[in-house]
């Protein structure tokens, strides 16, 4: 009983521990109430500041709790000392990092030692690395950024008019935004507007003209965003930042964004360069006299400055140039050279005489439109017949559209944008580099994703594209919808909405079923396959069926991958190695990748390896046939069959004329019809060459022994076998010697047509036992001779599995004709017979018989002689039998052959009447009594016996059930409720007071 009290006491001193630990937790969770009190303090004190986020210090307001004060003296002492930090610093508000400013409380200048004004206390002596937050409205006020400074802007509905005031004015703005000769960024939030009124009712020029946003000489950079440029597929909408920019109207030389007319005629101050917009909503509009944005009238001609690199990457772009200004470029006198548009959507108005993207009468240079979902809109002036894109009255350089991998561009010329208004340029769509050339003045370049054939209808303005087919020949037919999906088709209404892909139809079905009927055949080629809009424009691609390659039935659209096909081809061996290029162009090599973007032959890889055995072989002038690996960039590859053709069996120079004559061995199957001359030359493959190579016609050509015709012809006819030399010769005696291959087995050479494979092959006999054939033996045993549909003398494969069980009946001594199989990579084949041949020993077991026949030997294939019936008293004989291959026992049949060494055993049936006399003899002598009154006892007992054991093992200890005792010599004794426990009563009383304990004081506790 000792390790019961053990057990107690140990139960007990754990519950007393928890009690002790939950104690401890009580006292920890208060502590930590106080420590979060002390923490909400300090967070109270830091929200009544002006911070606007948690950057931002001020000392603002405190928060006093007497009771925390009075319980915690240190935790007054901590926050106090936070406050006498806080309250040293000067107010300054942070959004995101960014200084705030506000332009309403004053003119704010960014300069190299931090920002002035705006609404700040005082000026920063440092720039703030994270830029600047500018809100508020104004027309008194105006932000500059100066010369050397590096920054970025977060214009947060802003809204700011300048030059409003009369010139006569002080300190009147003449630009609402200056950033000249500085690298700025300006990130757009909200709504904001630049008015700038700093222009002339006249056209003149007295120094105080200003711009919206001005940006002033040949250096520095501006870029305007918004929140989302860059980020990967986003385009702009109403959710972005936007900015409007204008000149007054009716003012002259009151600009939008770019350069002043007032520094124009400074030629340190003068041109626009550098400016990029990548995101935002984008208004921008002139003056009379000025672009809508760009460089101001007189740059080239007073300052000599040009406008140069400007970018459009993304965003909605709207701009409206005045009278003799382009909306996007130049002003009048100016020159333009560099804009390039690369995303977005840009809309480009210009003034009366002036085009909508371009200059005036000075040159324009390097206008490039590019990209892929880039579109750009151009509205020159119709009355005067000002040009969408181009100068008035000037030159143009490399204004071009470039579609980006991938896509294709569209060039519209017109008067409009509705269908009846426009017209697409001959060029359209175009895949390269194309020039912009319009004779009318409303232009409009975007692009498309590309499609290898295209149909733009000038009439319906409909149109259609579709991209070729690649596939592997044979397997499945091609459903309509598969083949929409691999082609891409894509169809446009004349409004310039898209078709639904379920709107456009295959326009004739038979070329769907003539590509189905040749893929399920196996057969290469190229198809025609015609799309069409339910208008009925029309668009035919190319299927192409290759031997190799990807089956476009498994094409998955959810997932697409590349698509690469390519040929198996043959070229005549000899001569010098090929480049890769040329092994791609003879295999005609094709591939998509997974946008369905045609692969440039370039950007496939092969195996060098396998291409330096083949140019190996074809350099020594040897046939074959081999493998050629190509890889796509995204890693699909295919595999083709290179043939190396010409390797003549025999080729002979005459030393004396220099003649060439060579020829091939012919191989055939015996029997038949004999040869005819013209056959033989036509299987051979006879050619001859002059001594300045000039080929010999054939019937120059002849057999030089007329008998060694007739011998061949009697051998075949006869059914003979073996090799026999035919010679031919040219007129001047140049002869060359083949041979002629007679086998039991193949293809008659007198009915194989030119460009057919033959394969012949003799049956042969073979002694059994020992190991078993190897691949190369069972070739030549065989005289097995191939050659491909060139005549070229062929590596032949032989039946795996009929190899090994020829091998497994050879190795184990057994004999019969088993079949073998031989073939070409083209699937000619021949079977023959190999027979194994042998003795086996048989021998008889007459299993208790009067009689055992004579052990002898049978040659393989031959009967097994019936012996004399041996007998045995009280039995019948039933007959010799065996045990099988799978251990079953058989009655061996004397008139099947014998193929393997065999014991037969007499197998016995005993008579009737004896067999039923022993079986009673036996249940007698083994019969035993047994009372049924024993056998009920016994039952009795043993189900006693189990039921107690069960019950033993399954009840528990405790209480009045019976359990089965262990070390204690007791088993199978009942304890019951009779014999007491007080120590274990004891143990019980005390671990539940302690647990009621516990529960009380803790419940205690959390009320207080």
Not at 79 to 91: F, H, L, P, Y
Not at 265 to 275: K, L, P, R
């Amino acid at each position: 009983m000792r390790w019961k009290k053990v057990l107690a006491f140990g139960m007990a001193a754990i519950f007393f521990i928890g009690i002790i630990q939950d104690t401890g937790s009580i006292n920890a969770a208060e502590e930590g109430t106080e420590q979060e009190d002390i923490a909400s303090d300090i967070k109270n004190v830091t929200e009544t500041s002006e911070t606007i986020t948690p950057e931002t210090e001020t000392s603002d307001g405190e928060r006093k709790d007497k009771k925390k004060q009075d319980e915690n003296p240190n935790i007054q002492k901590k926050v106090i000392t936070r406050k006498k930090a806080g309250s040293d610093a000067k107010k300054k508000k942070l959004v995101n990092g960014q200084t705030l400013l506000d332009v309403s409380k004053g003119d704010i200048v960014i300069k190299v030692t931090g920002a002035a004004g705006g609404g700040l206390e005082e000026d920063e002596t440092e720039l703030n690395p994270e830029g600047y937050r500018i809100t508020g409205t104004t027309e008194d006020h105006n932000v500059t950024v100066e010369r050397g400074v590096t920054t970025g802007i977060t214009l947060d509905n802003v809204d700011i008019t300048c030059g409003k005031q009369p010139m006569d004015t002080p300190n009147r703005k003449l630009d609402c935004i200056n950033v000249s000769h500085a690298n700025v960024t300006i990130l757009l939030i909200g709504t904001n507007r630049l008015t700038s009124y700093a222009g002339n009712p006249a056209d003149v020029f007295d120094g105080y003209e200003g711009n919206a946003l001005a940006k002033d000489g040949m250096d520095g950079e501006l870029t305007i965003k918004c929140q989302k440029a860059g980020q990967e597929g986003h385009k702009c909408d109403d959710n972005c930042g936007s900015l409007y920019a204008g000149g007054n109207r009716d003012l002259y030389h009151a600009g939008a964004i770019g350069s002043t007319r007032r520094n124009a005629g400074n030629s340190s101050e003068a041109g626009f360069v550098n400016f990029t917009i990548e995101g935002g909503n984008i208004e921008s509009v002139g003056g009379k006299h000025s672009p809508g944005l760009g460089g101001a009238c007189c740059t080239t001609l007073l300052g000599g400055k040009s406008v140069n690199n400007i970018r459009i990457s993304g965003g909605n772009v709207k701009v409206k140039g005045n009278e003799f200004c382009a909306g996007l470029g130049a002003g009048y006198h100016c020159d333009l050279n560099g804009l390039y548009i690369t995303g977005g959507i840009v809309e480009a108005e210009g003034g009366a005489n002036a085009p909508g993207i371009g200059s005036i009468e000075y040159p324009s240079k390097n206008i490039v439109i590019s990209g892929g979902d880039t579109v750009v809109t151009a509205i020159g002036d119709e009355e005067t017949g000002k040009p969408g894109i181009g100068t008035s009255s000037s030159s143009t350089e490399n204004v071009v559209a470039i579609p980006d991998p991938g896509y294709q561009g569209y060039i519209q010329d017109g008067t409009g944008l509705k269908p009846d208004e426009y017209t697409f340029t001959a060029e359209s769509p175009f895949q390269v580099k194309t020039s912009i050339v319009v004779g009318k003045f409303y232009t409009k370049v975007y692009f498309g994703h590309h499609r290898d054939e295209n149909t733009v209808d000038n009439t319906t303005k409909e149109q259609i594209g579709a991209n070729n087919i690649i596939s592997k020949s044979g397997g499945t037919a091609f459903t309509e919808e598969q083949l929409k999906i691999l082609s891409k088709v894509i169809g446009k209404k004349k409004d310039g909405t898209e078709y639904p892909l379920k709107e456009l139809s295959i326009a004739d079905k038979s070329q769907m079923q003539t590509i189905n009927q040749a893929k399920t055949k196996g057969e290469t080629g190229e198809f025609p396959l015609t799309f069409q809009t339910p208008d009925g424009t029309e668009v035919t691609i190319k299927v192409y069926l290759k031997e190799q390659g990807n089956d476009g039935v498994d094409f998955d659209p959810l997932n697409p991958s590349s698509v690469i096909g390519a040929d198996n081809f043959a070229k005549e061996t000899g001569g010098i190695e090929w480049t890769e290029d040329d092994v791609k162009q003879f295999a005609e090599l094709k591939g998509k990748d997974s946008d369905g973007n045609d692969i440039a032959l370039d950007d496939f890889s092969l195996d060098k390896e396998q291409l330096d055995e083949i140019n190996k072989m074809k350099t020594d002038g040897k046939a074959g046939e081999f493998d050629l690996k190509f890889t796509d960039p995204e890693g699909n590859s295919v595999t083709v069959t290179v043939t190396l053709t010409g390797e003549f069996d025999q080729i002979k120079e005459n030393p004396i004329n220099h003649e060439i004559i060579k020829a091939q061995n012919v191989i055939s199957k015996t029997g038949g019809n004999g040869f005819t001359e013209e056959q033989l030359k036509d299987i051979t493959l006879l050619r001859a060459v002059d001594k300045d190579g000039n080929e010999i016609q054939k019937d120059k050509l002849s057999l030089s022994d007329i008998t060694q015709l007739e011998r061949i012809n009697k051998a075949k006819e006869s059914g003979k076998t073996g090799e026999f030399p035919l010679t031919f010769t040219t007129e001047n005696g140049t002869e060359v010697t083949i041979n002629v291959f007679l086998r039991e087995e193949g293809t008659d050479g007198t009915k194989q047509k030119p460009g057919n494979a033959s394969i012949a092959a003799n049956h042969i006999t073979q002694e059994t036992g020992g190991i078993g054939f190897s691949r190369e033996e069972i070739i030549t045993l065989c005289d097995v001779k191939g050659k491909n549909q060139y005549g070229d003398t062929v590596p032949v494969k032989i039946n795996e599995k009929q190899l090994e069980a020829i091998n497994r009946a050879k190795q184990a001594g057994n004999t019969g004709v088993f079949p073998m199989t031989f073939s070409m990579s083209d699937g000619t084949s021949v079977t023959v017979n190999v027979t194994l041949t042998g003795e086996h020993k048989v021998t008889f077991d007459p299993n208790g018989g009067d009689y055992k026949p004579e052990d002898y030997t049978v040659t393989g294939g031959e009967k097994i002689k019936r012996p004399e019936d041996p007998k045995k008293d009280g039995y019948t004989f039933e007959g010799w039998y065996y045990t099988d291959e799978n251990g079953k026992e058989q009655k061996w049949d004397f008139n099947d052959p014998l193929n393997q060494e065999i014991e037969l055993k007499a197998k016995w049936k005993k008579d009737d009447e004896v067999s039923k006399n022993t079986e009673k003899d036996t249940k007698k002598d083994s019969e035993i009594k047994t009372p049924a009154s024993d056998k009920k006892q016994a039952s009795k007992k043993k189900n006693a016996k189990n039921k107690s054991d069960k019950k033993g093992e399954a009840l528990p200890r405790w209480g009045q059930y019976q359990i089965k005792g262990k070390n204690s010599g007791k088993a199978g004794v009942a304890e019951t409720s009779d014999e007491k426990m007080p120590f274990e009563i004891l143990v019980l009383l005390m671990v539940s007071g302690s647990v009621s304990a516990g529960i009380l004081f803790r419940n205690y506790n959390r009320r207080k």
